[in-house]
């Protein structure tokens, strides 16, 4: 039996990927690891950013469901 593999995280329509903990820059010839500690610093900023937006919306969604529910309407 095979093990599962993390797929490789592309950063909102940006010419990077996160793949195994290392940033790469995604170019039409290929990829290349980006080395500078300021620029993989601020990718990794970003990234945690964009990461707890995605979990906000989510949880705004989700308590939006939870609220059409005939039992929670009424009441705020």
């Known amino acids: 039996?095979?093990?599962?593999?993390?797929?490789p995280e592309r950063l909102a329509h940006a010419p990077v990927l996160l793949r195994d903990g290392r940033?790469?820059?995604v170019s039409g010839?290929?990829?290349f690891p980006v080395t500078d500690p300021a620029f993989t610093s601020t990718l990794n900023g970003f990234s945690q950013a964009m990461a707890a937006a995605d979990r906000a919306v989510t949880?705004?969604?989700a308590r939006r469901?939870?609220?059409d529910t005939p039992s929670a309407?009424?009441?705020r």
Do not use: K, V
Request: hydrophobic fraction near 40%.
């Open 59 to 61: 949880a705004l969604h």
């Open 23 to 25: 940033w790469w820059w």
């Open 65 to 67: 469901s939870g609220a």
């Open 1 to 7: 039996m095979s093990t599962l593999t993390p797929r």
């Open 29 to 31: 010839p290929g990829a």
């Open 73 to 75: 309407r009424g009441r």
